[in-house]
């Protein structure tokens, strides 16, 4: 079954020369997923994946509600203003992070940072929270497993084909959920080793080689990286792992 991966934003914290905070476009078969909803979701503004995107069945993951992966909610209404499908959003539950999915919904859509309530929004909306254990999507598989940043941040794989690590401290060892993935979307958060709750090129480049994947689309780029210094790490590519440097808004197809 082909992937067909599509980078609308791949910033953290803020979005800098063209490039928006966190949102991933994952398409599975007929199923279309999206990897966070930073700033990055108004990408799908485009009349071509407005198109594709009307109404096919749309989940999307949350790997944690910093307002880098979150803000995008609040777009939604004007992304889709004549769906008539549901939107499912999942996310990890309370217990399971310091926060769960329906209580950032809340907070993000309530007055006065919102006009619109999510129960509001021109389409359903179904909140759907998971623990450890993840979920289905119409068959397909979502495994997760906790990372270690403030307020807690989860991995996601989507079946086979795509793992998502993002916002997880420089000391995490290894992904174990990665393992026999298509492709590895990681935080690259500098191109330098890190410390402390993000990870760099260099822990994802180690990762990626343990769990045996063969390539590394990096994410999640800080606001000090320019572009000269992104479209470098191209150049870290090893014999076992290739490194994609994501254009926002140019899919990969596998
Ligand atoms: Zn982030
Ligand atoms: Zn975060």
Same mark, same amino acid.
């Given at each position: 079954? =082909?992937?067909?991966?599509?980078p609308l934003?791949t ?82 539950? =309370? ?29 359903? +909306? =179904? ?26 941040? +989860? ?47 260099? =822990? ?43 254009t926002e808004g ?5």
């Open positions: 079954m =082909e992937t067909i991966l599509t934003g910033r953290g914290w803020m979005p800098r020369d063209g490039r928006q905070t966190m949102c991933t476009l994952v398409q599975v078969g007929a199923h279309t997923f999206l990897l966070d909803c930073g700033t990055g979701v108004s990408r799908l503004l485009d009349p071509e994946l407005q198109a594709q995107l009307q109404e096919s069945p749309l989940t999307i993951l949350f790997s944690h509600y910093h307002l880098d992966h979150l803000a995008g909610l609040a777009y939604l209404p004007g992304i889709f203003p004549e769906r008539k499908r549901p939107v499912r959003l999942a996310g990890p539950r =309370e217990g399971f992070l310091s926060q769960g999915l329906r209580q950032a919904c809340e907070q993000l859509t309530a007055s006065p940072l919102s006009s619109r309530h999510y129960r509001e929004f021109p389409f359903p +909306v =179904e909140i759907q929270e998971f623990g450890p254990e993840g979920f289905q999507v119409d068959g397909i598989p979502i495994a997760v497993a906790l990372q270690d940043h403030p307020g807690g941040s +989860v991995t996601l794989r989507i079946g086979d084909a795509v793992c998502y690590a993002t916002d997880l401290a420089a000391a995490t060892r290894e992904l174990p959920l990665a393992k026999g993935v298509e492709v590895l979307i990681h935080e690259a958060w500098s191109p330098q080793a890190q410390a402390g709750p993000h990870s760099g090129l260099l =822990e994802a480049l180690d990762r990626t080689e343990k769990a045996g994947v063969s390539r590394l689309v990096p994410t999640h780029f800080s606001p000090w990286m320019d572009e000269a210094e992104i479209q470098s790490l191209a150049t870290y590519s090893t014999a076992t792992v290739k490194v994609l440097v994501p140019f899919p990969f197809r596998f």
